[in-house]
């Protein structure tokens, strides 16, 4: 395993989930009075590990067919897109 990648991969995503509406609603389940805290952060932690393999593997085939150079060129402008749409509908 190669450490800088997976370094780059657990940075970037632990900054991008903190505070998100996944987090967020975590946070509501596990405040509730009569809750299993360990069957919450079962469930979500499955969840986020879940929705993960399906982006792996979804950026998988789909490198198989496009250059990843240009996926990052698509996500960068999408992400663009999404934060100049974001400050308009503020």
Known sequence: MDLKIFATVFATVFIAELGDKTQL???LFA???DTNLFGIFLAASAALVVSTAIGVAAGAL???YLDPKYLAYVAGVGFILIGA???WQA
């Open 62 to 64: 789909v490198s198989s």
């Open 31 to 33: 405040a509730r009075d």
């Open 85 to 87: 749409w974001t400050i």
């Open 25 to 27: 609603a975590t946070v």
